[in-house]
């Protein structure tokens, strides 16, 4: 599994300056209010590379949800990718990737793993016997070759 936060990892919302091989979007956010979304047009072909060279999964781990599939994904060139749904406000998101990856070696990158301690640490452990990366991505770079490296790396076993 090959899992992907949308808000800092791939929209990196706290670079002052924005890198250059970003773009801006506006997306439409309700009858009158748009977000400007910066992403990296690139990043879709090195996801789906990482996905096929890996052979992984790719999901969204996102608040966006299902917005990531009709909004995100087509301006990276992604296909519609599956979404974990997140029903517990107490876990972040750890309960739900939990049962969606269930057995799966696991890569995610994420800007918020300092969130809930102690349920990462729970989560982490539980998955000890299988790969699980947790690659923080901070918001004012997004995704990085360094990253994607550092995916490859834990997928052939050598994290």
Sequence with gaps: MILLDVDGPLHPWAANPKPDRYRLFEIKAGWRRRLRVWLDPDHGRQLRQLAQDTGAELAWA?????????????????????????????????????????????????????????RREEFVHKRRRLTTALIHVDPATGISAQHLAEARKAFSGHL
């Excluded at 299902?66 to 087509?74: K, M």
């Excluded at 979404?83 to 995610?108: C, Q």
Aim: glycine letters at 8%.
């Design 62 to 118: 996102t608040t966006w949800l299902h917005r990531a599939n009709t909004e995100i994904g087509p301006r990276l060139g992604l296909p519609p990718l599956k979404v974990i749904e997140f029903h517990d406000a107490t876990g972040w998101k750890y309960p739900a990737v939990a049962r969606y990856a269930y057995e799966r070696p696991l890569v995610w990158f994420d800007d918020d793993f300092g969130l809930h301690a102690s």
